[in-house]
């Protein structure tokens, strides 16, 4: 069992910068991929940016070059730092971590989400 743990959203204006963290309780070499995802109001979820174990990293069209996906393994936590933010970013992000096991068992985890509001 993986538990996630989201954290750095809040309130900006458009424009500004927030950086959101994710926090594992397993080390990241045991995870294959990790992302976030966003919700907002009346919308369905939609993949914002991935990143994987072998560093490889895709973004929706509408965050690329404004949004930059990463991960620090020593401190077993995955971060999204958010530039240029517009009031269409508003919405609940969550972690997501993805792991195959040495038995294959494939295993997904979310976050509780982290609420992210961008105003004019």
């Known amino acids: 069992q993986v538990q996630l743990v989201e954290s750095g959203g809040g309130l900006v204006q458009a424009g500004g910068s927030l950086r959101l963290s994710c926090a594992a309780s397993a080390s990241l070499f045991s995870i294959n991929a990790m992302g976030w995802y966003r919700q907002a109001p009346g919308k369905q979820r939609e993949l914002v940016a991935s990143i994987t174990a072998g560093g490889t990293t895709n973004y929706a069209g509408s965050v690329k070059g404004r949004f930059t996906i990463s991960r620090d393994n020593a401190k077993n936590t995955m971060y999204l730092q958010m530039n240029s933010l517009k009031l269409e970013d508003t919405a609940v992000y969550y972690c997501?971590?993805?792991?195959?096991?040495?038995?294959?068992?494939?295993?997904?985890?979310w976050g509780q989400g982290t609420q992210v509001t961008v105003s004019s």
């Open positions: 997501n971590a993805h792991q195959v096991t040495t038995t294959y068992r494939i295993n997904d985890y």
